[in-house]
């Protein structure tokens, strides 16, 4: 479908208004500005344009409305804004995504960001779209193929999965969540890039996405100099893209970075509202924000496809038990935790298998298979527990059998949770059980 499609066209002209309505600033306080004359057509949510004297045009949304003014949040600092400025009330914006969107990036209110034209497809969204109805749901699906020999076998994912990606800054996690994007079984895969520093968002599309794993992709960006309410507004813009492209029939791969950058932009925008933080200065409104964004994945209905997703956390030194952790590991369907230790020491991707977990298994494996993990969990623990005795040199061969299977196989166990996987799921499983094999475990008899 060409991107000036007259039907899009079309649909593109009829969207547009020759009313404006007009309200002017009667108060600038603590960020917020408040507007008479538009509280009879104001939305929340809704577009306004500040005409500043002597200063360019600044853009805001519609925070709060009452009975004589409404809340006006700025997109940038209100230098400038003076008593009685001009303030036009926009027509809300249409997200309306389309197949046509694919291998493109686009911003959170639909406009590219590539440089080329880019037209709304014909049926709007609500960004803001409840979850298929819990018991209409299908159960998860078939387990996929992810393109690395680790999530294959021990932390496998399922059509329909929602997994959290937990790390630090500087241990890999966008590497590995490109890695996902062009390897990943997955009909189409939607990218949601909030909050990124401005060079990443090219860096990931040009080297990471590259133009093979952009010919299946959409990415949706906003900026770290993006106001609360652009970067907010990323992570819904992505998943009503995500919803439309699962309704058209195709498996889609959800993937978010980050969520943590998508609760601050909340917290910056709930505080500007009044509300009170209290979860380590997230208010308790985070809660249900993240919680419905991630319901919106998962299995759809009958009639639907299925959303796989995959939601990065960034954790300040490790710590799991931070309030966006926290949340996030009670919704989803398993985590992965990458390790600043593994990483140091070279191994890419730096999964601390002993702290992630799938709650796929042991249904997504077979009982042969849930035997080999179950062995390689024994072996990484054992090894785990005793590594500083083993460094220290203090370990003798033969004391402890299970320790001396594990100390056999560790570096090649090691090796394998590195090792890229093309030849699928099958292949990663008989190159597993070569190694316990060679540790002389029960899988040897």
């Not at 344009?49 to 409404?70: F, M």
């Not at 804004?81 to 493109?104: E, K, S, Y």
Request: with cysteine.
């Amino acid at each position: 479908m060409s991107d000036l499609d007259p039907i899009l066209l079309k649909h593109e002209f009829g969207r547009l208004s020759a009313v404006r309505h007009m309200g002017r600033v009667v108060s600038v306080a603590r960020g917020v500005i408040e507007i008479e004359g538009l509280q009879q057509h104001a939305r929340i949510g809704d577009h306004l344009t500040l005409r500043r004297r002597n200063a360019p045009d600044l853009a805001g949304e519609v925070l709060h409305v009452e009975s004589d003014l409404i809340h006006m949040l700025p997109a940038a600092a209100p230098d400038g804004v003076c008593l009685g400025d001009r303030v036009i009330l926009n027509q809300t914006p249409a997200f309306a995504p389309g197949m046509h969107w694919l291998g493109r990036v686009v911003d959170p209110f639909g406009k590219p960001l590539d440089g080329k034209p880019l037209l709304s497809g014909t049926q709007e969204q609500d960004i803001m779209r409840a979850p298929p109805s819990a018991v209409a749901r299908k159960p998860l699906g078939a387990r996929m193929e992810t393109g690395l020999a680790m999530l294959n076998t021990m932390l496998p994912v399922v059509q329909g999965q929602r997994v959290g990606l937990f790390a630090g800054s500087g241990v890999g996690k966008s590497t590995l969540l490109a890695t996902l994007a062009k390897s990943m079984q997955a009909d189409a895969v939607v990218v949601a890039l909030v909050g990124e520093r401005g060079r990443e968002v090219n860096e990931f599309v040009e080297h990471a996405l590259g133009a093979e794993g952009m010919k299946r992709s959409v990415v949706v960006a906003a900026t770290s100099d993006q106001s609360a309410l652009a970067r907010r507004r990323c992570a819904w813009s992505a998943m009503s893209v995500a919803e439309y492209l699962r309704d058209q029939g195709l498996n889609v791969l959800f993937l978010a970075d980050s969520v943590t950058r998508f609760a601050e932009a909340h917290r910056e925008i709930a505080v500007a509202m009044g509300e009170q933080p209290s979860l380590r200065g997230f208010p308790p409104s985070v809660t249900p924000l993240i919680a419905g964004l991630c319901e919106r994945a998962g299995p759809g209905t009958a009639e639907q496809s299925d959303i796989t997703a995959v939601f990065s956390v960034l954790v300040a030194g490790s710590d799991m038990d931070e309030p966006i952790a926290d949340i996030l590991r009670g919704v989803l369907d398993g985590h992965i935790v990458l390790s600043r230790d593994i990483a140091e020491r070279g191994r890419f991707p730096a999964i601390d298998l002993s702290r992630s977990v799938s709650r796929s298994l042991p249904g997504a494996a077979s009982p042969e298979e849930n035997q080999m993990i179950s062995e390689a969990r024994r072996l990484v623990g054992s090894y785990e527990q005793s590594e500083v005795m083993i460094k220290a040199g203090l370990y003798s061969e033969g004391a402890d059998p299970l320790l001396d299977q594990a100390v056999r196989v560790h570096d090649e166990l090691d090796a394998f949770f590195a090792k890229p996987e093309t030849d699928g799921v099958k292949n990663s499983f008989n190159r597993l059980r070569l190694i316990l094999r060679r540790a002389g475990t029960a899988l040897a008899h």
